[in-house]
Nanobody, 116 residues
Framework: QVQLVESGGGSVQPGESLRLSCVVS?????????VGWYRQAPRNERELVVS???????TYGDSVKGRFTISRDTFTNTMYLQMNNLKPEDTALYYC?????????WGQGTQVTVSL
């Protein structure tokens, strides 16, 4: 069973930055199909933030392109989401995920709030 634990969420003002972390319980970065982040704001559907294929190609949601960056550390089994120039509309619960051989695994979510 693959377990994921997010951290790094918080409350910031517009224009500030945060870095989310997602520690994976197993070394999956050489075997995964996809890894990445989704987010869900109240009363909204879950929205893709970014997905990253095993070969390193990332696909970003239109609303975060140019501001968010995904990265991964194979030594610590951790993936990161660097979020710059945050906007109030980025406020949401952020989930990391991994897909391995068709099976999806999710973290518990970390809250990001952007407001004055």
């Amino acid at each position: 069973q693959v377990q994921l634990v997010e951290s790094g969420g918080g409350s910031v003002q517009p224009g500030e930055s945060l870095r989310l972390s997602c520690v994976v319980s197993q070394p999956i970065f050489s075997v995964h199909d996809l890894v990445g982040w989704y987010r869900q704001a109240p009363r909204n559907e879950r929205e893709l933030v970014v997905s990253l294929g095993r070969g390193g190609i990332a696909t970003y949601g239109d609303s975060v392109k140019g501001r968010f960056t995904i990265s991964r550390d194979t030594f610590t089994n951790t993936m990161y989401l660097q979020m710059n120039n945050l906007k109030p509309e980025d406020t949401a619960l952020y989930y990391c995920y991994v897909q391995i051989s068709g099976s999806l695994y999710w973290g518990q979510g970390t809250q990001v709030t952007v407001s004055l």
